[in-house]
């Protein structure tokens, strides 16, 4: 069974950083690619960004610019760099590991039980 395993997250005043940190199996078959995803009550589960095993990323347009997705394949990690952040990137945020570049939920396989991140304004 793959087990991920998000940590970093807290509390914040707009403005200010967090460092989100996953760690799991550097690969698994089939879903090379590892993700941040976010749900905030009521809404939906969205894709934040991903990453591709080779470094490509994807980001939605809300977080381009201030957020950054890396990945340290010897060493089973995923960060995101979350800077500037505002009130509306309050959210429990689930690493993800998929099978495409893509920052659609239905192309992942593997969730991890989450990390709550609020950010006062």
């Known amino acids: 069974e793959v087990e991920l395993v998000e940590s970093g997250g807290g509390s914040v005043q707009a403005g200010g950083s967090l460092r989100l940190v996953c760690t799991g199996p550097g690969y698994i078959h089939g879903n090379s690619f590892r993700g941040w995803f976010r749900q905030a009550p009521g809404n939906d589960r969205e894709g934040v960004a991903v990453?591709?095993?080779?470094?490509?990323?994807e980001y939605t347009d809300s977080v381009k610019d201030r957020f950054t997705v890396s990945r340290d394949n010897a060493k089973d990690i995923v960060h995101l760099q979350m800077n500037n952040l505002k009130p509306e990137d309050s959210a429990i945020y689930y690493c993800?590991?998929?099978?495409?570049?893509?920052?659609?939920?239905?192309?992942?396989?593997?969730w991890g039980q989450g990390v709550q991140v609020t950010v006062s304004s």
């Open positions: 993800a590991a998929g099978r495409a570049l893509s920052l659609n939920p239905d192309w992942v396989s593997y």
């Open positions: 990453i591709g095993y080779g470094g490509s990323t």
